[in-house]
């Protein structure tokens, strides 16, 4: 298995820690009986792990599927390089950093991560995009 399709099956399990590290705070906050009922009743606001423990899941589901794409195209067309595999070490490694910045609260390098994880999806983009450019197109 490539690389990059290593790096999705591995960014499965961080989707999973996500999810649940999401889900754990929450929990702690508001109560296992609130967890485990149907979730109708109105709740004091969350305090700010929660919060951010959540927008760091839905920040990572934003990215996902970019990667998934970047890297089931990868594989479709074969383009895989070193830079590709870079790429998604960048973007891989850049989720997992990314989570604990953010759920310390930490604003200028979690921005910092996420954007050095963005040009690692970036990267694994390039070489589809750039064969895209030099193929026949209904515009060319």
């Known amino acids: ?50 919060g951010r423990m959540s927008r760091a ?28 595999q870079l790429g998604a070490l960048l973007w891989l490694g850049g989720r997992i950093v990314y989570l604990p910045l953010y759920a310390a609260g930490v604003p200028v390098l979690r921005t910092i991560v996420f954007l050095a994880s963005l040009a690692g999806i970036l990267m694994m983009l390039w070489p589809s995009l750039a064969l895209g450019i030099g193929a026949n197109t209904i515009l060319g």
């Open 57 to 84: 899941q839905a920040n990572f589901f934003e990215t996902f599927p970019l990667a998934i794409i970047a890297v089931v195209a990868l594989s479709i067309t074969g383009t895989q390089t070193f830079w590709t």
């Open 1 to 50: 298995m490539r690389l990059e399709m290593t790096v999705l099956v591995w960014s499965c399990l961080l989707a999973l820690v996500h999810i649940f590290g999401a889900a754990q705070v929450k929990t702690r906050q508001y109560g296992t009986k609130w967890n485990m009922g149907a979730r109708d009743e109105e709740l004091p606001p969350p305090a700010p792990i929660v």
